[in-house]
């Protein structure tokens, strides 16, 4: 099976920046919205790219994740991007932000993710 950020048409547009495209009947919720699993899965992605890279390796497990729902994907395309922080103990954490671009970069969740490198 794909990886599901591709099964939601996610692409990476740049390294630790990942692109969901414009709103459709696919990704949008009975209310007209971007729907959050959609969000969930390119938050997640951004987050293992940044993670990897501040870490310099790609083992890592999920440690923490939280999602902060702001403002309703009503547009697109959506984009997902943050920063990571390599800490100690062999921890990463990250921030993330998603946009909706189709609405001025209008933030539509925020996100955190702690890792450990394995």
């Not at 939601?8 to 696919?26: D, E, K, M, N, Y």
């Not at 969740?109 to 702690?114: E, P």
């Amino acid at each position: 099976l794909p990886p599901l950020h591709a099964v939601f048409g996610a692409t990476r547009r740049s390294a630790g920046i990942w692109v969901l495209p414009p709103l459709a009947a696919g990704n949008a919720s009975t209310s007209g919205s971007l729907h959050i699993g959609p969000i969930h899965v390119v938050l997640e992605a951004a987050a293992v790219d940044l993670a990897t890279a501040a870490a310099d390796t790609d083992r890592l497990q999920a440690e923490g994740w939280s999602v902060f729902f702001t403002a309703r994907g009503t547009h697109g395309p959506f984009a997902a991007s943050g920063v990571a922080t390599a800490g100690q103990g062999g921890r990463v954490a990250c921030r993330l932000d998603f946009r909706d671009e189709g609405r001025e970069g209008r933030v539509v969740a925020s996100a955190q993710a702690v890792f450990r490198v394995r």
